[in-house]
């Protein structure tokens, strides 16, 4: 997952939700957790350093796997190995009655081959869809999968004094499947992790390398954005590159074509609304110099916030590729395949928790921040129940927003300190979600 930063002051907008939750207890767990999470961050911080320096690509999570599922069945869970594939679901059934929650975190890394100088930087290296490259947890992955299985540890120990029972999702894939391959959140939906015991709400934590250390960030309703794949293919008549008038260069008819979808957004597009991104990231075609090709095919994504925009930038693209091609002589064949949806996160869901974020993070440190174009497969499980998904801080004290490497890159980095507030936010969401109801 690939954030956009926003430079929006801490405000907290959302104070409005906090006056109507006064009536339970929530928090009356804060202090102990507190105190738990200390006492194992140490050991919070060596398994993500191990996962760090062992990434594992999507689908492909066998060893990070192992290690998560032998440290739940080590806490006396019910423990589902080989879930979606490589995914690893424990469930912990509290001493109380009461409803289920599910806490989720993703485990694989990304075909990067990383620049920073830690002690623990991975020298992993694979080969890609035909290209030898670096693997490296490059979004924070390692990050998510350490916090909940500290979380799990806590929680472990308070089962007695738990009301309800509480689902560990550790999920493969959330960066996409191969090709030929299904995965992540979705597969895991299909497979039922959200059933046997049917899941009430569920609850995500991404990493932020452009986020302070000690921050979380949040925001109701459509917080990130639904993704689709974008394949087009040029189709003009090759000749020779001294003469091309006698033929048709699908070369400069993309050239027209990436400008032209660049208005659909610009000029077509009411941003005023939401927003919305189409990128072309790779463009293919041509052997050599002085040969117009036949064919150019083009890939990118496209970013949408609300789905009626969504179905209108669609058609946009269909209508704006084809004509422009015709018109040119060529003709052009539009692929949009299906993504992940917008991520929600339930109004009063979110509401619920508004004041376990303070109370954990501190008031001056929950911010409300605006929606973002990156996507986020933790939207399949919110499709299917309440979620909340919020954003934590990675940066670290002496760094801007501007000097951070950003996500998917191979200068990504995240100060580990911030990783204990992962494991109390984990734990507090699943112990005051249950308390509550």
């Known amino acids: 997952m690939l954030f956009e930063n926003s430079s929006m002051k801490k405000v907290i907008l959302f104070l409005c939700l906090l006056g109507s ?50 440290h739940l069945e080590g806490l006396g869970m019910e423990v589902q190995r080989e879930v979606a594939l490589t995914g690893v679901v424990g469930l912990l059934r509290g001493g109380k009655p009461g409803k289920t929650v599910a806490l989720r975190a993703d485990m694989d890394a990304l075909p ?78 299909k497979e039922g992790v959200l059933k046997s015991p049917d899941v009430d709400a569920v609850f995500g934590i991404h990493i932020n390398s452009k986020t302070p250390v000690g921050e979380v960030r949040f925001k109701p309703g459509g917080a990130l954005a639904a993704v689709n794949r974008l394949v087009i293919k040029v189709k003009g008549k090759q000749t020779h590159g001294s003469t091309p008038w006698t033929g048709v260069d699908p070369v400069t008819v993309s050239a027209q074509i990436i400008l032209g979808l660049q208005t659909i957004v610009s000029r077509q597009t009411e941003l005023t609304k939401e927003a919305a991104v189409i990128s072309i990231g790779k463009i293919s075609g041509g052997v050599r110099s002085n040969i117009i090709p036949e064919e150019v095919e083009m890939i990118g994504t496209i970013r949408t916030l609300d789905p009626e925009m969504q179905r209108e930038i669609h058609e946009r693209i269909h209508r704006t590729v084809t004509n422009i091609a015709e018109a040119s002589g060529a003709t052009a064949e539009v692929t949009i395949e299906k993504g992940y949806p917008v991520t929600y996160n339930d109004p009063d869901l979110t509401q619920m928790m508004g004041k376990t974020m303070q109370a954990v993070a501190g008031v001056d440190n929950v911010v409300l921040t605006r929606a973002r174009t990156g996507a986020e497969d933790f939207s399949f499980y919110a499709k299917e129940v309440p979620g909340l998904f919020v954003f934590l801080g990675g940066m670290p004290a002496d760094q801007s927003p501007t000097e951070a490497a950003p996500h998917h890159t191979p200068d990504f980095y995240i100060d580990e300190s911030g990783l204990q507030l992962g494991v109390e936010l984990y734990t507090n969401f699943a112990l005051d979600y249950l308390e509550m109801n």
């Not at 507190?34 to 050991?43: C, D, F, L, S």
């Not at 993500?48 to 192992?66: D, G, V």
């Not at 620049?115 to 490259?133: H, N, Q, W, Y």
Request: with cysteine; net charge negative; charged share 25%.
């Open 21 to 70: 939750i006064g009536a339970f207890a929530q928090g009356s767990f804060q202090e102990v957790v507190h105190e738990k999470a200390n006492a194992i961050e140490e050991r919070v911080i060596e398994w993500r350093r191990y996962f760090h320096e062992n990434p594992e690509l999507s689908n492909r999570e066998f060893e990070t796997a192992k290690m998560v599922a032998a």
């Open 112 to 189: 990067v081959t990383e620049r920073v100088d830690i002690p623990f930087a991975s020298k992993v290296r694979t080969t890609f869809l035909g290209t030898e490259t670096g693997v490296m947890h490059a979004c924070g992955h390692d990050t998510h999968v350490a916090m909940l299985m500290g979380a799990a540890e806590i929680l472990a120990e308070m089962r007695e004094e738990i009301p309800g029972t509480v689902v560990f999702i550790f999920q493969p894939a959330e960066e996409g499947a191969p090709p030929g391959e299904e995965g992540g959140a979705e597969l895991m939906v």
